[in-house]
């Protein structure tokens, strides 16, 4: 059964630096969307993208944050300068319609 | 660092007992709605969804429930196990058709199943 998968699993960085999230879709899904999970809260959306542009993008998608499908099957979230209130479980979801596949998941430390 | 967690409401149910987990949404215009099971560490995995146009759907051992009047939703699992241990959030979303539409979760609630 196809999955999304996400790289790394965990990655620890130093406040301030930029972290790269990797992801790769459902092969033939369409939409793609990444969510964070502070520890013991619940799942809050970030942002939505589709035909190679954000389609919507939450309060806390801001500056410090970029998406990016950079070839065929992968795609990004970039943090450029982190935050400590950056750590959390992020999330790469994608669909072919509106039906949302999870990835297992990158947790994030900022030091 | 990371922040205090929620206190996330617990159902304990016995092993081969059926579970309830119930769900308050927020959106009158949120016209899809998903139940994920989450497992510690993992990423929410997918169990069942409905559409607005419906008020119930059944899957293998899962039934949910949709009542618009009240925008209550509920995930009915038949003789749980204990691999069905988790947490389960309800996620709405206000589907447009041909757009990317995000979820919107719930707190979630943790089901224990007891042996």
């Known amino acids: 059964e196809p999955e999304v998968t996400q790289t790394p699993s965990h990655q620890v960085t130093q406040m301030g630096q930029e972290v790269i999230l990797r992801c790769v879709p459902i092969?033939?899904?369409?939409?793609f969307y990444w969510y964070r999970q502070i520890l013991g809260q619940k799942v809050e959306f970030l942002v939505s993208f589709y035909n190679n542009e954000i389609s919507e993008k939450s309060e806390i998608f801001d500056d410090q944050f970029s998406v990016e499908r950079p070839d065929g099957s992968n795609f990004t979230l970039k943090i450029r300068s982190t935050k400590l209130e950056d750590s959390a479980m992020y999330f790469c979801?994608?669909?072919?319609?509106?039906?949302?596949?999870f990835g297992p998941g990158t947790r994030l430390l900022v030091l | 660092g990371e922040s205090v967690g929620l206190h996330l409401p617990t159902l304990s149910v016995q092993e081969g007992d059926n579970s309830i987990i119930n769900c308050a949404y927020s959106?009158?215009?949120?016209?899809?709605f998903i139940w994920y099971k989450q497992e510690s560490g993992k990423g929410p995995q997918f169990i069942i969804d409905?559409?607005?146009?419906?008020d119930k759907r059944q899957g293998q051992r899962v039934t949910v429930l949709l009542n618009k009047t009240v925008k209550h939703l509920s995930l009915q699992i038949a003789a749980t196990q204990p691999g069905d241990s988790a947490v389960y959030f309800c996620?709405?979303?206000?589907?447009?058709?041909?757009?990317?539409?995000?979820?919107?979760f719930g707190t979630g609630t943790r089901l224990q199943v007891t042996l």
């Open positions: 409905i559409r607005s146009n419906m």
């Open positions: 979801a994608s669909s072919l319609v509106e039906t949302q596949y």
């Open positions: 996620a709405e979303s206000t589907y447009g058709g041909g757009t990317a539409s995000k979820l919107t």
């Open positions: 959106n009158s215009a949120s016209d899809y």
């Open positions: 092969s033939n899904h369409l939409y």
